[in-house]
């Protein structure tokens, strides 16, 4: 396994939720994305940062709400979500890539992990 998401669940709307991404060391030098897919839409960017930079780019929707940060150490990167919106609740998913551009833009992605449901009951 490549990429290992977690930390999805319920919350209430104006809550907290922290999701984390553990990758391999090989990721160094990816840049690390989170994506979500609702019901019956597609798949949209999130928040994405690169790997040692610390260079941080959010959607319009959740600039202000998000925090997207990585901890070498740990080699995880996670997303720090707060004033949950009910619009908010999807399938979240971690992404890696070599080029920025395919990242911000969710095609050619190179890694993708398995999904975690996060779900805002209002």
């Known amino acids: 396994v490549q990429l290992q998401a977690s930390g999805g669940g319920l919350v209430q709307a104006g809550g907290s939720m922290r999701l984390s991404c553990v990758v391999t060391k090989t990721f160094a030098n990816y840049f690390m994305g989170w994506f979500r897919q609702a019901p019956g839409k597609s798949r949209e960017f999130v928040a994405t940062t690169t790997w040692s930079g610390g260079t941080a780019y959010y959607a319009d929707s959740v600039k202000g709400r998000f925090t997207i940060t990585r901890e070498n150490a740990k080699n995880t990167v996670s997303l720090q979500m707060n004033s949950l919106k009910p619009e908010d609740t999807a399938v979240y998913y971690c992404?890696?890539?070599?080029?920025?551009?395919?990242?911000?833009?969710?095609?050619?992605?190179?890694?993708w992990g398995q999904g975690t449901q996060v779900t805002v009951s209002s």
């Open positions: 992404a890696a890539d070599s080029d920025f551009t395919d990242l911000r833009n969710g095609v050619r992605i190179d890694y």
